[in-house]
């Protein structure tokens, strides 16, 4: 276990930039925060970004190839571009919080599974280093312990950050954490952490456990989701009424994964496009012969909580839900996903 | 100054028309005049209440009223079946009436509970006046002054310092239409002048033109497009927005600047002449963009070209549904 | 001041601009080759939005041009357009989009003269406006 001075942190981030690392950190946007480069400047670490950490990896949108038909018969294809091997610098996130850290495990079961790899994503992945920042105040809409997770938690993180009496507890979790450790080790900002700051730690830990809502009933509601009556229950009626059929909730999720994939072509040239969709709005799994089988908010609400605690479950044996709370903050009409929660696990289904 | 002293008795005003709503859904419940009421209950956050749908009587004790009250409830009447009660502030009570002119909503299926505006606060001007990462644990408003608690903090502070920007130039708190008027004029604000909330339009069209180009492209560079500001708006309810159209396709998939600009303008012009700035669209938005900047401007361009104003009269035409022949022309080759 | 040749595409009513640039033709008027025309019913069928992507697909500058006030074959088509354009206007302006990029007019049948005034006006304050960066994909 290493320890580092609070007030040293952007030395650490200039040591990084300057062993070749491009760092990216939580950057203010206007009035919200979002992960961008960092470097030169201060850095901040908000208790939780705006939003999510998957755009790093999955990012709203990007191009997957470009295409050229003038001048040839057959069309050019570039895939290079982000797949280029120089397409990519290695990259270190940093100020993460566990919740977001965690959200990325959830999503490799999606683009970097057994059965397929995401060529863009994984890239991205294995070129970055995760560095988690413990969280020591979870705000009013956290319920990440709820999920399995923690304001401590270490899943998905390559090296934790634990902030004790100013200084940083830093241990890593990861081979890929200990090696950019070791690698970019500055001696005189890092140090070997002694037994009392450990036992600090681990006390902060122990006061941090309890304000990160553990209450929200989700194994229970996930179980009655699970239900094969669940699909039809009047319950749906209630739940989505509020509902205004935005995307806040999906875009600012750090799990939500859903992509449309379409082409934008000017005259012989174009590019294929990958970019977020959200089951909130009219076009998610509208068909080409104009009928869709999710025609209202009731239907798409009902499919973005089956697919995180349901459908998502059943494929890969986890919920696609964190707990970070963005969703519950940020929905304009504070219709809150641990209430429907709440809801269906106190539904009784025959 | 307000014609009622002292906090004591601003405390019973709130206290009272939240009584009075409840006490309308009751009994128009109970009468059967309606078959859902929409009111406000208590959110799960602080600082928040929901909107809440209402159809027997005994539920009518879940409605609540502060000036926490922030959603505009008459997003949800177009395409509502059978008959609505609904509780409308100064400003949602034109949007109603927009909906009415435009027949999306028919007069005789909604009863109006109207409610003496006093403004509303604005979550993001609480969170700046109180300093950044201090989480608000509880709050609680009365008609003065916001209560807040959280980690090793109390603060109180004066709502008028903290209100909405659109309620601090609201010319209509008292709302135009109504059913049942919960309380009475004298509890909401003054109305203001249209010149004072034309003010900050008029100071942002004296910059240079690539000033104020560059300040909207900064602002809407950051937009997620996640439709927010759409769909809270009560006056957006096209079946299918501009922006799902896939042939012709208004905007493409490389949601680049460019892409983002023609919705944020094709938004404005969807509702310039119709919009009466209750601040719904920017209360909405997860990143914070300044969208009443652009419709409060077409605001004033109505009042200024046409002499309009959007929302008050029941028996009108919408702005752009008609015309005079003396309309201005100067910019007319 | 704009190297090339601008183009400008120009939404003309098929009851009068679009008569009256048919009789700039036969009449042998010559005016600037920088407009696209495309006919559209009345003006008051021009969208705002038609007029947005046309600048944001490359288009230098957009024209619109209908009946004189009285003369609409839909009788008020383009006096409802004429609000419509009135607010377009003042949006572009306080958005920061160079005034002069869109302009809007009313040519009769009869007045092929106008019409050729008009495309040269434009033509040429557009051309003065140079490139344009604002609204351009």
């Known amino acids: ?350 | ?333 | 001041m704009l190297d090339q040749e601008p183009k400008i595409v120009a939404f003309l009513c098929n009851w009068c601009s679009y008569a009256g640039a048919d009789l700039a033709g036969t009449g042998r008027i010559q005016y600037p080759p920088n407009v696209r025309v495309i006919r559209v019913p009345c003006s008051g069928r021009v969208d705002p939005l038609m007029i947005l992507k046309c600048l944001q697909r490359g288009a230098d500058g957009v024209l619109v041009s209908g009946c004189h006030p009285g003369d609409c074959h839909y009788i008020a088509g383009n006096y409802l357009a004429r609000r419509k354009f009135a607010l377009l206007d003042e949006l572009l302006d306080f958005y920061g989009i160079e005034k002069g990029r869109v302009h809007f007019s009313w040519v009769s049948a009869a007045e092929g003269e106008k019409f050729a005034d008009v495309v040269k006006q434009v033509t040429e304050t557009v051309k003065a406006l140079g490139e344009p960066a604002k609204l351009v994909r």
């Open chain 1, 1 to 350: 276990m290493l320890k580092m001075a609070k007030t040293d942190l952007d030395a650490f981030v200039d040591a990084l930039v300057k062993a070749s690392y491009v760092v990216l950190g939580p950057i203010q946007e206007g009035e919200a925060t979002k992960f961008g480069v960092v470097g030169g400047e201060e850095i901040k670490i908000p208790r939780l970004t705006t939003r999510p950490l998957k755009e790093l990896f999955f990012p709203q949108d990007e191009s997957l190839l470009s295409f050229d038909r003038s001048g040839t018969p057959d069309a050019s294809v570039d895939t290079s571009g982000v797949l280029a091997s120089d397409g990519i610098s290695p990259r270190v996130a940093l100020g993460v919080r566990p919740c977001d850290a965690r959200a990325l495990v959830l999503l490799d079961n999606v683009f970097a599974s057994d059965d397929y790899r995401d060529p863009y994503y994984t890239l991205r992945r294995e070129k970055t280093v995760i560095i988690t920042f413990a969280c020591p105040l979870p705000g009013v809409a956290c319920f990440c312990e709820s999920t399995g997770g923690g304001p401590y938690d270490e899943t998905g993180s390559d090296i934790l950050f634990v902030e004790v009496a100013g200084s940083y507890l830093v241990k890593a979790v990861s081979e890929k954490g200990k090696g950019l450790l070791q690698e970019v080790f500055p001696p005189c900002i890092l140090h070997e952490a002694d037994d009392e700051d450990i036992q600090a730690a681990a006390e902060a830990r122990a006061r941090g456990e309890l304000p990160a809502n553990a209450g929200v009933p989700i194994e229970a509601a996930a179980a009655i989701l699970g239900h094969v009556d669940a699909f039809g229950d009047s319950a749906w009626e209630e739940v989505y009424k509020k509902c205004l059929g935005c995307a806040v909730c999906t875009y600012l999720c750090p799990t939500c994964h859903c992509f449309d994939i379409g082409d934008e072509v000017t005259g012989a040239s174009g590019e294929r496009i990958r970019n977020w969709d959200s089951c909130m709005f009219p076009l998610f799994t509208l068909h080409a012969s104009g009928h869709n089988p999710r025609p209202s908010r009731k239907e798409r609400f009902r499919q973005r909580v089956m697919h995180k605690f349901n459908y998502f479950v059943e494929n890969n044996d986890c919920m696609a839900c964190v707990g970070c709370g963005r969703c519950v903050e940020n929905c304009p009409v504070n219709l809150d996903i641990r209430q429907v929660l709440t809801t269906f696990a106190r539904r009784e289904l025959a």
């Open chain 2, 1 to 333: 100054m307000n014609k009622m002293a002292g906090s004591s008795m601003g405390e019973d005003t709130i206290g009272a028309i939240q009584e009075g709503i409840r006490n309308s859904a009751a009994r128009m419940l109970e009468s059967g005049e309606i078959d859902v009421f929409i009111g406000y209950e208590d959110g799960t956050l602080p600082l928040r209440t929901t909107p809440v749908f209402i159809t027997c009587p005994e539920d009518a004790e879940r409605l609540v009223w502060s000036p926490i009250c922030e959603n505009s409830l008459t997003c949800y009447l177009p395409k509502f079946q059978g008959t609505v009660g609904v509780v409308v502030k100064g400003c949602d009570v034109r949007t109603l009436v927009n909906l009415i002119l435009e027949n999306q909503v028919s007069r005789d299926k909604v009863k109006i509970v109207g409610v003496p505006c006093k403004g509303i606060i604005d979550r993001d001007r609480v969170g700046k006046a109180l300093g950044t990462d201090r989480i608000i644990r509880s709050a609680k408003a009365t008609r003065r002054s916001l209560m807040l608690e959280g980690d090793g903090f109390e603060v109180e502070m004066e709502i008028q310092d903290v209100l909405a920007p659109s309620c601090e130039v609201c010319r209509y708190p008292v709302p135009v239409l109504f059913d049942v008027l919960v309380g009475n004029e004298s509890m909401a604000r003054d109305g203001k002048d249209p010149e004072a909330g034309y003010l900050e339009v008029a100071q942002f069209a004296e910059l240079e033109p690539d000033a104020r180009f560059s300040f909207f492209a900064q602002e809407i560079e950051r937009c997620i497009q996640c439709y927010a500001c759409r769909q809270a708006c009560p006056l957006c309810y096209c079946p299918e927005c501009f922006v799902d159209r896939q042939s012709p396709k208004w905007i493409s998939r490389w949601r680049g600047l460019s892409d983002k600009i023609l919705f944020h303008l094709g938004r404005v012009l969807h509702v310039a002449g119709r919009c009466v700035d209750c601040g719904a669209c920017r209360r909405a938005c997860p990143v914070g963009i300044d969208l009443r900047l652009l419709t409060k401007n077409m605001e004033k361009a109505a009042k200024d070209l046409f002499d309009y104003e959007s929302g008050l009269d029941i028996g009108g035409v919408p702005l752009l549904a008609t015309y005079r022949r003396e309309d201005p022309d100067d910019f007319i080759l």
